[in-house]
């Protein structure tokens, strides 16, 4: 697979504006499952022989429109249904790191839901194992680093994101954090919160998806009942200024994922998208892909994309970049490192 194959469709590609330089970036809101490309999710099917419910690549690219975030993740969960072996999982990840190194992405703290494959009988092992070794390979190949965040699937009983909590421990140093994804609406972050007990217990950071489609009250419980470092999407937290005031005194981090909020229709378009007003309201925002297979863009495609949409600045670019590494679960050396190759980078 080409490097730079995940740009060839890519909004940010298809205008006849000069290219904005990709920076040295921190991907810090990834779903491995969702970096999944259509021919991928074919090649392994055959592998596999399992069989999915759109006859040939062009079916399956037609469903690729999505009403809101349960559409697409009917579609996310069906696909998923692929990946069964080891080595399914180090080509997915493989696959992902090559291109996002090419998009300047240096660290990336990438999002897996075990539950979505132990649910269907697949080992964690399985999944975890053959995630590693593609963690391993980046490194050398890339110069990326990478480490896991396990998402609870927060459509399921609370119950079984507390039993897979020590369940990690084998995993602990691959595994940075526990985060909250899947359908939000009637599913708030209170119900996770002995998971998230549990989880700090053994000395893994939180995060959490919230106010995405949920209302600001979601923003408010994963910071008071789950205490969490940072909040994926975030955007609706706009919608209540004493939250807004919350999170810029905090500096808590929120990591916006442009191209998914149309796509999702979270935002009409993006032109309209809340990210310039979040930065002019002093909030520590980051810039992210979420699910870039189903989205139309990888991470400097969505940096270009809502920069050219909202006439975000050189200056406003480099802070996106940095908020990255300052919002990572990076040790402050490597932090530093990478601050000062964002430095050189915006400098050149
Ligand atoms: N799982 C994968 N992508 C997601 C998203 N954008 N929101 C919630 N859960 C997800
Ligand atoms: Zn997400």
């Not at 995940?6 to 970096?35: F, N, Q, V, Y």
């Not at 897996?112 to 050398?140: C, I, S, Y």
């Not at 309209?272 to 990888?298: C, K």
Request: charged residues 20%.
């Amino acid at each position: 697979m080409s490097a730079d194959a995940g740009r060839l469709r890519s909004p940010a590609m298809s205008s006849s504006a000069p290219s904005l330089p990709a920076l040295p970036t921190a991907e810090l809101h990834l779903h491995i499952e969702g970096t999944l490309e259509p021919e991928l999710a074919f090649q392994l099917a055959r592998r596999n022989g399992v069989r999915l419910r759109h006859p040939d690549l062009e079916s399956l690219r037609r469903a690729y429109s999505f009403s809101d975030l349960q559409s697409f993740l009917d579609l996310y969960y069906e696909l998923t249904g692929v990946l069964q072996q080891p080595q399914d999982f180090t080509d997915l990840a493989e696959a992902y790191l090559t291109r996002a190194a090419a998009q300047g992405v240096r660290h990336a703290e990438v999002f897996v839901d075990p539950q979505a494959h132990t649910g269907r009988g697949v080992p964690l092992e399985v999944v975890m194992d053959g995630l590693a070794e593609a963690f391993r390979t980046a490194e050398q190949r890339h110069g990326v680093s990478a480490q896991l965040i396990v998402c609870f699937l927060r459509d399921r009983d609370p119950a079984e994101a507390e039993a897979l909590v020590p369940l990690l421990r084998p995993w602990h140093g691959l595994v940075v954090g526990v985060g909250l994804d899947s359908a939000e609406v009637g599913f708030p972050p209170e119900l996770f919160e002995r998971a998230y007990a549990l989880a700090a217990d053994e000395g893994l950071h939180r995060v959490a998806h919230a106010g995405e489609e949920g209302p600001p009250a979601y923003v408010w419980s994963a910071l008071d009942a789950l205490g969490v470092e940072r909040i994926d999407h975030g955007i609706r937290s706009m919608e209540d200024p004493s939250l807004v005031a919350r999170l810029r005194a905090a500096q808590l981090p929120l990591t916006v994922c442009p191209l998914s909020n149309v796509a999702l229709r979270t935002v009409p378009d993006l032109a309209a998208h809340p990210l310039r007003a979040m930065l002019d309201a002093g909030l520590l925002v980051t810039v992210n892909s979420d699910d870039p297979a189903y989205f139309g863009g990888y991470l400097h495609d969505n940096t270009a994309a809502v920069s050219r949409a909202l006439g975000l600045t050189a200056a406003q670019r480099r802070t996106l970049a940095e908020n990255s590494f300052r919002a990572s679960f990076l040790p402050d050396a490597d932090k530093a490192r990478h601050l000062a190759a964002v430095a050189a980078a915006a400098d050149g």
